[in-house]
């Protein structure tokens, strides 16, 4: 007897979660999707927390309506780790190096995803824009220009500490910047 009662929980345990599923997938999969424009990595991303959610029925099977934030929460964690784990890939690189140092600022960061590659490069020539005319000149010839420190200071008759000093504020901003644009969308 007591088996047939499990055995109907359990079926009635599945029939609850396949509509849970069926409301709620293709929610996370849009979700997932608007943060790595994957539409492939979107479905991994949605079926890993569907898997976790059916294993753990205690986080589903009960009132639902505030579980909208919740599963949003967990799939922003989740599409995070992803890129985190794909940054941390021996064969990860950066798409090529911007001409203003893309590879200095994003050495720490996370991947940049093709979508994002043209914004951020036109965040970065904004940046560089705003920033003051001296640092701005000296970053643009150590960057696009290959100049050593020594040959800008030389050229602009600086020390090499004000030179290695507003290379330093440069990558600082353009840091900020990169940190800002990559991270907003999961904010």
């Keep these: 007897m007591n088996q047939n ?33 994957s539409e492939e990595d979107a479905e991994d991303v949605a079926q ?49 190096p911007l001409d203003t140092g893309m590879t200095e600022i994003a050495q720490d960061g996370v991947p940049l995803s093709d979508i994002y590659y043209k914004e951020i490069r036109l965040m970065l020539k904004l940046a560089l824009e705003q920033m003051p005319e001296q640092r701005r000149r000296i970053f643009e010839m150590s960057r696009e220009a290959g100049m050593t420190n020594q040959q800008i200071a030389d050229r602009l008759h600086l020390s090499i500490r004000t030179v290695e000093h507003h290379i330093y504020l440069a990558l600082s901003e353009l840091k900020k910047k990169l940190i800002f644009t990559v991270l907003l969308p999961f904010l």
């Design 5 to 37: 009662f499990a055995h109907k929980e359990e079926k009635l345990l599945e029939k609850k979660f396949e509509a849970f599923f069926m409301h709620y997938f293709p929610k996370v999969k849009n979700f997932a999707w608007k943060l790595i424009k």
């Design 48 to 96: 890993e927390i569907f898997l976790k959610l059916w294993k753990t029925p205690d986080l589903w099977n009960k009132d639902t309506t505030a579980f909208d934030s919740y599963l949003y929460k967990m799939t922003k964690n989740k599409v995070i780790d992803l890129m985190r784990q794909r940054y941390n890939e021996p064969d990860h690189f950066i798409h090529e």
